[in-house]
């Protein structure tokens, strides 16, 4: 094409006036804005185009050009460490990690899988456990509970080391399933389970931080290559605004969601010395990947002392 | 965009089938106007394909079959015949009673097209309904599936409108019965006028007692499905699988000796492969909409659509009556869930801003999209009828359509008085 | 020949029909009988669910009984019915290889990404387009040498 505009098409499953959409909105502007209209971006929320693996699939080929949501792995294995249970505690600690030199090594490996990535942040927040039996208070009340764990390999296996009965159920079923009693109970980001109306269907609410997720943003490494050196530092520099913004608006959110939803359910907070109890029952979980290959445990290592830095 | 429409109209008047004609002009549409989108193709067929939820489809037409092959529903029939057989078009009372209670167990209106019409279909062909009245009514009495509660579609709503679940499934109940009630008087002014036929039942004690005995395993069965869903033993794709697995024990149960040799070895292998073949139809169609419904959002037809109907300015009852138009228009072209993805994001905001609550804007939304799905050329209860029954989409349309006045006046009804979606969910939530 | 392949592409849809609706039931008793579930279990479902849909498409594209909207063929004289037939199958079998040959390049670029739950290369489920549409392209082959060559008589009442 010999137009002199060039367009960068995005997506993701998120409505629009959730963070990863709201903060795609402020990339747009800005990187239109800077680059004096020579980059177009035409963003597309709410899942129009696919889910989150069908749109991964699409930047891989190059029909779509960038992405943020679950399909990460694809990029790169290594963003597993970011879901590992307990990998970190609270916001700060997940702030440091993301912008740490072993993220942005993280980052520039997934070249080889054909993605670039300008910067990585935090998904939506941190997991948390909500039932109609009991308050969790140690990982013993989790035993034998029917619980609804999403359909990914990091939630199975934490689910087995915590010995729940765990049962995968896509996210369309979940609602009806807790409602009728089919599990008993799920874990979710607070904004996820204040979105999709769990709160309605569930008694308890037990917060112990114990995971969260990478939000690296996905672009199409050959339609970047083309892209002139001044245009690709332009595009970074917003994409590192842009996912801060995210970051910022999640940290936010969260702190009004618990607050919302401490009025609708009943809630504990886990106490730090069971939270010890809790990651001990985890860490076969590191293990378990490490063992498969995703990393190393010097990769683990590497990444809890970024934290402490 | 024009391209993509007349072009799906010309491969249709062709004869192509459905599915590969919407296939054909989404290709055309790409290499036309995004030629560097063609990797798009395979990808939105697969993804048509790859759906949980729709396990449930081939499921309960299998269930369907397996209570017809053994013997269930003719049991099931002469039982709900007892009461109402004696008036004029009985069994087209019976179909639509049947998929009152039906929509209370299933979530879906395809599937109890599937189920239902498998067993009555034939039955009220067998007793001398014209064909063409027998596929219309259970379709235009399907429309009830997602409805009346529990219901998928509203549970997708929910999900992209961020309402409350438990509400609009309350909000859907008055609606859903209204549909029931106006269907079962259209059915007997239409029976009295063609003088279709009334059954012989003999209301005795003794004959009640028999016939109830005889239809008890019968009678389970709806139990079944029902039970495991409401006591949260089962989601509604696995109460698909019992229900199936359930009928397919009776026919073994209820056969002997050769009999039930020749129904394991050749009914029920039979059955699964008819089962599948018909699912395959409807599946093929969904995944080739995937295609068309992709360009819909590529091109942003549903923002520039609002952003019409916002410029208007009209007062809300207008306005939603309005938006209902535009509703049942694009439902007749797409189907119910990509239909909601579209839409909701597109009319919800304008409905809000003037003032109409999200539950009376969603039970609107599944309604007139329940219509959608009877109506050609995409509809996937038609599509599952034409598969059962053999005959055109067109014919079961036309079979249909007095019946869907019912739906018409309902939606009407909804959208001018708010009460008859919001009064319910009031009462039984804060 | 062509009677061999519907046959075999039968016993296909059987057995993943069959498998779809053991492992659901099979999930639910685990539930309730055993506290366990098979990891994996719904994304095998699934991927049953997709060849069963695949390659019964194509069956019924064998048998020319796929949904359409044929009032207005019927109004034709027979023999422009013939050619229109020919037309629509050609079409047919057109899209049917378009998807054949855009399923190649999404294969060899994402085939390998490891499902979610399974831990499998997405590729055993992919394949199921090329399959699919591959017997249906043959299909549609097939039914174009037939009207071409056969002398069969249209009933318009199909
Ligand atoms: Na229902
Ligand atoms: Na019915």
Redesign the pocket.
Known sequence: KKDTTIVFKYANSQPEQHPRSQSMQFFKQELEKRSQGRIQVENYFSAVLGTEFEVQDMVATGALQGTRGGGFIHANKKYYIFTLPFIVNNWDEALRLVHSDFTKEVNLEARKNGYHIPACGISQGFRAHTNNRRPIQTPDDLKGLKMRVPQQEVYIVNAQALGVNPQELPYSEVYMALKTGVVDGQDNALSNIWDYKIYEVQKYLSLSNYGTGPDPFMVNLDWYNVLSPDLQKLFDEVAVEAMAYSDQLNQENEAIYIQKLTEKLETNTITPENLDKFRKATEPVYQYFIEKGYFSKDDVNRAKTSISD | MTILLLSLLLFLILGIPIAYALGLSSFGYFVIQHPELLDILPMRFFSGLNLYALIALPLFILMGLLMNSSGITARLIDFSLLFVGRLRGGLGLVNVMASMI???????SAS?TASIGAVLIPEMEKRGYPKRFAAGITVASST????????IPMVLYAIIAEESVGKLFLG?LIP?VMIGLFQLGIVLIISIKNNYPTEEVSLTLQNVVRQGKRSSVALVMPLFVVGTVVFGVATATESAAMGAGYALLVGILLTTGVARSNYLKKTLPQTLNSAIQTSAKIMIIIAMSKLYIWVLALERIPEAVTAFVVAMALPPTVMLLFIVLIILIAGTFIDVSPAIMLLTPVFLPACVAVGISPIQFGAILISALAVGAVTPPVGTCINVASAISGLGIGTIFKGAAPFLLANVITLILISIFPALTLWIPSLFMN | MERRLKQLLEVLLILCFSGILALVLLLVVLRYGFNTTLIGGNEFVVILFVYASALGAAVVLGKNEHISITWFVNRLPLEYRKYADIINFALVGFINGVMLVYSIGWIATTGDYVSAALGIPQYFAQMAVPLGCGVALLYSLNQILLTLFSDKTYDPSL
């Open positions: 039906f929509g209370g167990i299933s979530g879906s109890d009830m599936g997602m409805i009346i509660p529990p219901s859907g859903g």
